[in-house]
């Protein structure tokens, strides 16, 4: 009996669940093998094919969205996206998701996040100039919110400050939906020549493989697999599979792959991120057309005894693969010397489409690079979900106008997802570098290039900006997506800058339910509508499913799963850093516009969640020709040398762009005085409104020039005088009186005392 | 003298990362003769610089504590001697930080109060303007400079303390607006607001402001590049 | 045991070290600046933290549920949840009398 | 002692605290958290270093001077030159045989 039972487990590897393998899947290993897989087999599959690293369930959706553009130089399929930025440089940039690691410990899962995006950026030759980062917590009431909250933003900031690496946007959102999964999506961008990119794909036969960096240890085995599971909350297994970053480490290994770089010492090179060996190995054998031998036994391991699966699958960070011209494996060494790194040989580059291990100087086992690499891709099934029935327009006069809008307007301002997100990037160094020119807490970051050892000054710049907005995407994924990418060009726009390319985060529940198929195929539609419409190719990105927890509650398994998170990182040029403008009033006296058209509607908005206590309603659509044209139209204006501050109309409607242009002034304490009649919308529309087609702008010049109405009316948009900045009050109308300094010190106070619980 | 013939010495820590943008302004900037000067190589003379700037970032990480491993570093012997000759010498942020666990400044950096890491516009109140750092700049001016630090928290004993007072080594203090040294205004619990102090021979100085991220119109405070006009200007009137 | 006026004090003393398998990216730098000042002999450095708990043993503790902790009890308690990261890291306590 | 193969490999254990009349704030942010969170018979807190060297003791060591260490006055010259600063700082040394 006995000896049938060993039989039948040696038929049958029931590890492949461990591995987070389907059975479908673990048969179709076993077929394309002819063979039942062992572990070192499972491990390599199961890492390839995992969602992370194979995108099987995204793949078909991904590949409708516009990638191409004359600015585009490389897109999705590298380690990040390139585009020109003229003169022979080029930007480098990508986002990527660090979720699940920085649910289990949050300070060491958001900084390798930090890390890992970063590697991704300097693989490709390019020094990192700038990181973003999009962070979503559970509700600010959640116990656990203040620790999550403290430990990212500290292990972010522990990793880019220690790189050097100004952290200079990003964005911190709160909301019920993330209580049992936050989200920490990382965005890096980087600089380099047109004619000096690395790439994966480059390495030839005979050149010798290379592993630099860290030794390889027992962290975050399982990663990638991890990653593509729900999370199971009592399941303390998993939880050593905690990665720990060292930043000084990664320092180091980017001055010496830099410096390798240069000497052109390098032939091509892979990061080791999710799935480390396996998957820079196999992708570099894939993309360069060629295989490679991988000697186990060479690999520096920092804990002894690792097995062969383990040392593939481990995700120790601060790691390279990299192939050389043999010749030259004597000076990369001694670069990797200087600075203190191992650089050790690790295989050769062979001409067959094969990857051969050896273990104990013997061959251990052979893969076929086409059969690892060309997983399943699945078009799994979706449907509209049951809740958007409910999702209809909003019936405003089913809704009382508050009588205290005064307090009511006053408390919005200090709702934690509008509040100042200061005691957060005050924790980030944003100013090393010397190129932030427009730091965080204002929209967009703008950053300047250097023209080292040449005198001449460069006038241009370049800006950043990232943005997510899930309640609307939950309401409906179609707009809220888009919304995700307008949004990023109206900051753009309103600093003075031209949108050119978006990289992505779709942070996701399970694929396997068609309901989240259903939003994650509508998201990507409307990513795809607005970028075409705006002209801002996805150049590079990344998927995060499984973002769902089950929970034990009064007996029951209860899943929770967050809204639908597609988060946008955009790009834009501009010519001239001088003529950048910033959001906020400048001086008592000056008059405000209003550049757009007003539509009053309140469905979905944060004003009617937070008094109503029912945001349940279907956006307003949202009209991209007319956002094109007003986008040109401010532009037109700021190269006019017209405007002198301008801001678009986001979360908290009108009101809070007015207040924000007033208090965030870091020199002043201003206010406004603004009188607007419309008798065809209620006052709480005109105030909170979120989804409206127009920036507040206030003017350079008193005598308000006949050419700068003349370009409103040339695109065909209104423009009107609202009211005027004035010093210490927020008044509008004879309904909102409050007083600048109070609201002012207090907008600046919420997330701080959030932080301190 | 042309300022191209002053030479300026960088130092480079496995770490450090503030150096490239001392390099823009002492070289771009200034158009003075820079270079940097890699911890482990052999200097020859070292007294053939005219100053050498620590500048900031994580040297060895910060671990240990900041700036203890890179102050017991080999380059450290032969900067002690270029000190002891009288070369001028400023540490930056985590230079500072060097000096002072290097024992060529007095006093401890201990973890900032608020157990953060602290990046903001701070203003400081000039106390000597006698000295190399300080000459092109008035006693009592108010200057704008970013801090970006986690361990700012400058402590000394009290006998040291009083040496200082002595000594006139207080060189700058956090301050507000109006150049009073407030609680408020100091951002990370130094001992009485100090943000950076000077050698006895007033060849040595130490701050933990960033000057070279304030050295242009464009990064919006100008004020630290007078620290580097001072020099320049001492440098030229030797 | 030691008496402050009338009252009981005790010292906890807990150790936290990463564990053996996790990186400890500080110690491998002090070693290399050990190594390169010439402390050849030095095989090997793993840093952790140490912790000084003063606890004064008259006030009685509770815990959520009502029920009395020992002081071992609680130090155990206290390390593993506040003083340690059980992901990473591992520790260790020892009591003594107050010197 | 122990031998690992030829070698004859000790530990020596280094605890590294803040001086008394040094203000530790870590262990009073420590403190804060231990009192809100109902521990109310933790009076003090203070946070120090413990460092584990592996040392060889095959390898002989000379100082700068050329005169041979003993292991204790080896580490403590470590200990005081570079795993502590006098200033703020005082530390307290244990050897044993590898375990
Ligand atoms: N949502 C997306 N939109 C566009 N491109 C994407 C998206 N997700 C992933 N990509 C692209 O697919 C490629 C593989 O991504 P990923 O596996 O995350 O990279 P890495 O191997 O560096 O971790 C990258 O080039 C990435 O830019
Ligand atoms: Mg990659």
């Known amino acids: ?757 | 003298m042309n300022n191209n013939r002053i030479k300026a010495g960088i130092t480079v820590f496995p770490g450090s990362n503030c150096d490239f943008d001392v390099y823009y302004v002492l070289n771009d900037i200034f158009g003075l003769n820079t270079s940097y000067i890699w911890h482990k190589d052999k200097i020859n003379d070292m007294r053939s610089y005219d100053f050498i700037v620590i500048p900031g970032g994580f040297s060895y990480g910060d671990y240990l504590r900041s700036g203890a491993l890179a102050a017991r570093g080999l380059i450290m012997e032969s900067l002690k001697d270029y000190a002891a000759n009288g070369g001028i010498i400023l540490g930056i942020c985590n230079g500072f930080q060097i000096l002072l666990e290097a024992g060529l400044l007095a006093g401890a950096m201990l973890t900032n109060n608020s157990l953060r890491f602290e990046c903001k516009d701070v203003y400081l109140n000039v106390l000597k303007d006698d000295t190399p750092f300080t000459c092109d700049i008035k006693k009592g001016s108010i200057l704008r400079m970013p801090i970006a630090h986690h361990d700012g928290n400058y402590f000394a004993a009290h006998d040291i303390i009083q040496d200082f007072n002595k000594n006139d080594n207080i060189i700058f203090k956090y301050c507000d607006s109006a150049g009073e040294p407030t609680e408020d205004s100091n951002p990370n619990g130094s001992l009485l607001n100090i943000a950076g102090i000077i050698g006895e021979n007033f060849n040595i100085m130490g701050l933990m402001p960033h000057p070279e991220r304030s050295s242009e119109k464009l990064m919006g405070s100008e004020d630290g590049g007078y620290i580097f006009k001072s020099i320049i200007k001492y440098i030229k009137g030797k | 045991m030691s008496y402050e006026g009338e009252k009981m004090i005790k010292k906890a003393f807990v150790k936290v070290m990463l564990k053996e398998e996790v990186l400890d990216s500080q110690g491998k730098a002090v070693l290399s600046v050990l190594k390169s000042s010439g402390y050849n002999n030095v095989k090997d450095v793993r840093i952790g933290k140490y912790i000084e708990l003063t606890i004064d043993l008259d006030i009685l503790n509770k815990s959520a549920e009502g029920k009395t902790y020992t002081m071992e009890e609680e130090i155990e308690e206290i390390s593993g949840k506040i003083l340690s990261n059980p992901l990473i890291e591992e520790f260790n306590i020892e009591i003594k009398n107050k010197k």
């Open chain 1, 1 to 757: 009996m006995k000896k049938q039972d060993n039989k039948h487990e040696k038929a049958e590897n029931k590890n492949y669940k461990l591995f987070g393998l389907s059975q479908d899947e673990y048969k179709e290993i076993g077929k394309l093998l002819k063979h039942e897989p062992d572990d070192f087999e499972l491990g390599i599959f199961s890492a390839m094919w995992s969602e992370h690293c194979s995108y099987k369930s995204s793949k078909v959706y991904l590949q409708t969205l516009p990638s191409k553009g004359d600015k585009v130089l490389i897109g999705p399929g590298e380690n990040a996206g390139v585009v020109d930025f003229g003169d022979g440089d080029v930007l480098v940039f990508k986002m990527e998701s660090h979720n699940h690691p920085s649910f289990i410990e949050p300070f060491q899962g958001s900084a390798t996040g930090v890390g890992g995006i970063m590697r991704d950026i300097f693989t490709m030759g390019a020094r990192p100039l700038a990181n973003l980062n999009s962070l979503r917590f559970g509700s600010h009431l959640h116990p656990k919110t203040p620790y999550y909250l403290s430990e990212v933003v500290k292990g972010v900031g522990f990793y880019g400050n220690c790189m050097g690496v100004p952290t200079v946007g990003g964005e911190v959102v709160f909301d019920e939906c993330y209580n049992d999964n936050i989200l920490v999506n990382a965005f890096t961008i980087g600089i380099a020549k047109q004619d000096r990119i690395f790439l994966s794909s480059k390495c030839e036969v005979e050149n010798i493989v290379i592993y630099v960096g860290s030794a390889t240890g027992m962290d975050g085995i399982h990663g990638a697999t991890m990653a593509s599971e729900e999370f199971d909350s009592k399941n303390n297994k998993k939880r050593s599979t905690v990665q720990v970053g060292d930043p000084f480490t990664e320092k180091l290994l980017l001055e010496a792959c830099i410096e390798a770089m240069d000497r052109k010492l390098i032939v091509s090179i892979q990061d080791m991120g999710a799935a480390g060996l396996t998957s820079s190995s196999f992708e570099m054998a894939d993309k360069s057309g060629h295989g490679m031998t991988i000697d186990l036994d060479a690999i520096p391991l920092r804990t002894s005894g690792m097995a062969p699966v383990e040392i593939m699958l481990s995700e120790s960070q601060e790691r390279m693969l990299l192939s050389c011209r043999g010749e030259n494996l004597d000076a990369l060494s001694s670069v990797f010397d200087k600075w203190g790194l191992s650089c050790v040989k690790v295989g050769e580059v062979i001409d067959e489409k094969n990857i051969k291990f050896y273990y104990k100087s013997k061959l251990y086992k052979i893969f076929d690079v086409d059969t690892v690499v060309n997983g399943p891709v699945y078009e799994r099934p979706k449907r509209k979900p049951d809740y958007l029935k409910k999702i209809l327009p909003i019936k405003i006069n089913n809704y009382e106008i508050p009588k205290n809008i005064n307090d009511i307007a006053a408390r919005l301002i200090m709702h934690p997802n509008i509040a100042s997100k200061r005691p957060v990037f005050t924790q980030y160094d944003y100013t090393i570098g010397t190129n932030t020119i427009v730091p965080p807490g204002f929209s967009a970051a703008v950053l300047r290039i250097k023209n080292e050892g040449n005198g001449n000054r460069l006038t241009k710049g370049f800006l950043l900006d990232i943005n997510g907005n899930s309640k609307y995407t939950y309401l409906d994924p179609y707009i809220g997506s888009a919304l995700a990418v307008i949004e990023c060009a109206r900051n753009i726009s309103a600093c003075g800058g031209t949108p050119v390319a978006i990289t992505d985060c779709l942070n996701f529940a399970s694929p396997e339910d068609p309901e989240t198929m259903w939003q994650f195929s509508e998201a990507v539609k409307g990513i795809k509508e607005a970028a075409i419409k705006l002209k801002t190719p996805v150049i590079s990105g990344n998927v995060s499913f499984y973002n769902e927890t089950v929970r034990k509650e009064g007996g029951n398994a209860v899943a929770s799963k967050i809204y639908p998170t597609p988060v946008i990182g955009m790009v834009g040029f501009i010519e001239d850093i001088d003529r950048v403008v910033t959001p906020y009033f400048k001086d008592d006296g000056d008059e405000i516009f209003l550049l757009g058209r007003l539509k009053g509607d309140l469905g979905g908005s944060l004003y009617m969640e937070y008094f109503h206590k029912d945001f349940r309603q279907k956006p307003m659509d949202i009209d991209l020709d007319y956002e094109v044209n007003l986008h040109n139209c401010l532009r037109s204006m700021i190269n006019g040398g017209y405007i002198k501050s301008a801001v678009d109309i986001s979360e908290g409607g009108i009101f809070t762009a007015l207040t924000e242009s007033s208090i965030t002034n870091p020199d002043k304490t201003l206010g406004f005085v603004v009188e607007y009649e419309d008798k065809e919308m209620r006052l709480d529309a005109f105030l909170f409104a979120e989804l409206e087609q127009a920036f507040v702008l206030t003017l350079n010049n008193k005598a308000k020039p006949k050419e700068f109405f003349e370009k409103a009316s040339f695109y065909d948009i209104p423009i009107k005088m609202i009211g005027v900045v004035k010093e210490g009050v927020i008044k509008i109308n004879s309904a909102i009186e409050l007083k600048s300094d109070k609201i002012k010190k207090e907008y600046y106070s919420v997330i701080k005392n959030i932080l301190s619980k």
